[in-house]
């Protein structure tokens, strides 16, 4: 008889980006499993108050709302302390929080430069060193949300590419530099959801004629991955799923 899986009861998650998307739908999962969530949002103040009101009403006193700007990065160890002021305590951290958009060679700003890097990168990076010490205390675990062009880089996005590579790196070095108290690992989603600016018919099937099972995802697919990696894979660190449908194999 196979075991039921563990709770993660009495643990609690900062989710960044946790609004809305693959963030809720993040959120939620380790909400069923157990957990209590801290939902970060940036400007989306109104759907992420909804997803903490569901959650408590699943069960009270297991999700609050904390708003902050991932850039300011000074203000990182703060955004870390209200969370335990809220909690009481940190195990498990989501670096989902992500900005992507297309910069075409020759129109390349520095603010979209200080922004793509900024959030796919440095935030992460920064945000794991201001919960350092509560993880390693707690024994905890960071997932960081990386994307297959990490690896084959997407036309005309010539600064997120490198952006999500540095992060694939982060996840690897931060799983050295912080074992064995904290796991990190790192999800990369493929076609999962359309980007919110809206693609053609014509590149949508392009896409989809590169993956493999020969449709998208859906957050729930990022989302029971990143249980998995927090809750189940206890002997798994420094690694990157791709959840894709198989397209990174080989498009």
């Known amino acids: 008889m196979s075991k039921p899986p563990p709770s993660l009861a009495g643990q609690w998650a900062l989710v960044t980006g946790a ?6 739908a993040i959120a939620r999962s380790l909400h069923a499993a157990g957990a209590g969530v801290a939902v970060h949002y940036r400007r989306s103040a109104a759907p992420a108050e909804a997803l903490v009101t569901e959650l408590n009403a699943a069960r009270s006193g297991s999700a609050f709302a ?3 700007e991932l850039l300011d990065t000074a203000r990182l160890p ?8 809220g909690a009481g305590r940190l195990d498990i951290l989501v670096n989902n929080a992500s900005s992507f958009y297309p910069t075409p060679l020759g129109e390349i700003t520095e603010a979209q430069w200080n922004d793509l890097m900024g959030t796919n990168l440095k935030a992460p990076l920064f945000l794991a060193q201001a919960a350092a010490d509560e993880l390693r205390a707690r024994r905890g675990n960071i997932v960081n949300i990386v ?9 005309q996005h010539l600064v997120y590419g490198p952006a999500k590579a540095g992060l694939a790196m982060l996840t690897r070095s931060l799983a050295r530099d912080l074992a064995p108290e904290v796991r990190v690992n790192g999800v990369s989603p493929g076609a999962i959801l359309w980007p919110e600016d809206g693609w053609s018919e014509k590149a949508r099937a392009s896409v989809l004629r590169q993956v493999p099972l020969g ?4 957050p729930e697919d990022i989302a ?10 206890t002997y798994v660190t420094g690694q990157i799923i791709a959840v894709d449908g198989g397209r990174s194999i080989g498009w």
Do not use: F, K, T
Not at 78 to 85: M, N, Q, Y
């Open 224 to 233: 029971g991955c990143v249980l998995y990696l927090v809750r189940d894979a």
């Open 19 to 24: 609004g809305v998307r693959i963030g809720a």
């Open 78 to 85: 703060a955004l870390v302390e209200r969370v335990l002021d």
């Open 215 to 218: 449709r998208v995802g859906d």
């Open 147 to 155: 994307d297959i062009h990490a690896s084959r880089p997407l036309r």
């Open 66 to 68: 904390v708003q902050a």
